[in-house]
């Protein structure tokens, strides 16, 4: 039975595990010119987010002040809000410290992994999710110290462009979460939430940072797809 125990839940994650150390590779070079290994690894336990984490350095290449660099990263790091919420909805028959361990480490992947798994299993267990979120944090933390010690050896990390590098794994999971929702969801109502989201999300940036857009188009999705489903 699938979404049980916490080796299934590390076997789930080894495509986000490989994707994360690459990635991190990626972060740790940049960070290279501007933090040593041990900085960089602690920000990787503390912080534990890729699009923040990379924000945070070019804030620090750009010498930002501290609250600037705080106030970046809590607006990137909003949608984990909707993220949690979400996900602990499936685990809302386990305890509060359960929840709180599984969320604290649960990031765009790993979510986009519970997704797909929800699929195949009916019920899934803490331990399958903590599988799959520490695999991903270890993977995360090795890639990032990795990379900054390989980036002290390259002359001109920043000329890579490897800031892509978590662009293009977005895009990736985007792609494979559509593949499953067009096969659970009316395309109707699928495409008119996306839309709804697109649409929101342009107009917002007109009047509010772009975290913040993110955000409330996405809430707004989620009221409309709530609407449909009723309908």
């Given at each position: 039975?699938?979404?049980?125990?916490?080796?299934?839940?590390?076997?789930?994650?080894?495509?986000?595990?490989?994707?994360?150390?690459?990635?991190?590779?990626?972060?740790g070079i940049m960070a290279a010119?501007?933090?040593n290994p041990l900085g960089m690894g602690l920000m990787s336990?503390?912080?534990?987010?890729?699009?923040?984490?990379?924000?945070?350095?070019?804030?620090?290449?750009?010498?930002?002040?501290?609250?600037?660099?705080?106030?970046?990263?809590?607006?990137?790091?909003?949608?984990?809000?909707?993220?949690?919420?979400?996900?602990?909805?499936?685990?809302?028959?386990?305890?509060?410290?359960?929840?709180?361990?599984?969320?604290?480490?649960?990031?765009?992947?790993?979510?986009?992994?519970?997704?797909?798994?929800?699929?195949?299993?009916?019920?899934?267990?803490?331990?399958?999710?903590?599988?799959?979120?520490?695999?991903?944090?270890?993977?995360?933390?090795?890639?990032?110290?990795?990379?900054?010690?390989?980036?002290?050896?390259?002359?001109?990390?920043?000329?890579?462009?490897?800031?892509?590098?978590?662009?293009?794994?977005?895009?990736?999971?985007?792609?494979?979460?559509?593949?499953?929702?067009?096969?659970?969801?009316?395309?109707?109502?699928?495409?008119?939430?996306?839309?709804?989201?697109?649409?929101?999300?342009?107009?917002?940036?007109?009047?509010?940072?772009?975290?913040?857009?993110?955000?409330?188009?996405?809430?707004?999705?989620?009221?409309?797809?709530?609407?449909?489903?009723?309908?």
């Amino acid at each position: 039975m699938r979404g049980q125990t916490f080796k299934q839940g590390a076997q789930a994650a080894v495509p986000t595990a490989l994707g994360y150390v690459g990635i991190g590779l990626a972060c740790g070079i940049m960070a290279a010119p501007y933090m040593n290994p041990l900085g960089m690894g602690l920000m990787s336990i503390l912080v534990y987010a890729g699009s923040a984490q990379f924000a945070m350095i070019g804030l620090i290449a750009q010498g930002a002040p501290i609250l600037a660099i705080a106030l970046t990263v809590f607006l990137i790091n909003l949608r984990f809000f909707l993220l949690g919420l979400h996900a602990s909805s499936i685990f809302r028959n386990f305890s509060l410290w359960q929840n709180i361990a599984m969320g604290s480490l649960l990031t765009d992947e790993s979510y986009g992994v519970l997704m797909g798994e929800q699929i195949h299993s009916k019920r899934i267990l803490p331990q399958w999710m903590h599988g799959n979120n520490l695999l991903s944090y270890g993977a995360w933390f090795l890639g990032t110290v990795l990379g900054t010690i390989l980036g002290g050896l390259l002359p001109n990390p920043e000329s890579f462009g490897l800031d892509f590098a978590l662009v293009a794994m977005f895009i990736g999971i985007f792609s494979s979460q559509f593949l499953i929702m067009l096969r659970r969801i009316d395309m109707k109502k699928l495409l008119s939430v996306l839309l709804v989201v697109g649409i929101s999300y342009l107009a917002l940036t007109i009047l509010i940072q772009n975290s913040l857009a993110v955000l409330f188009a996405t809430l707004l999705g989620c009221t409309v797809g709530v609407f449909l489903d009723d309908k």
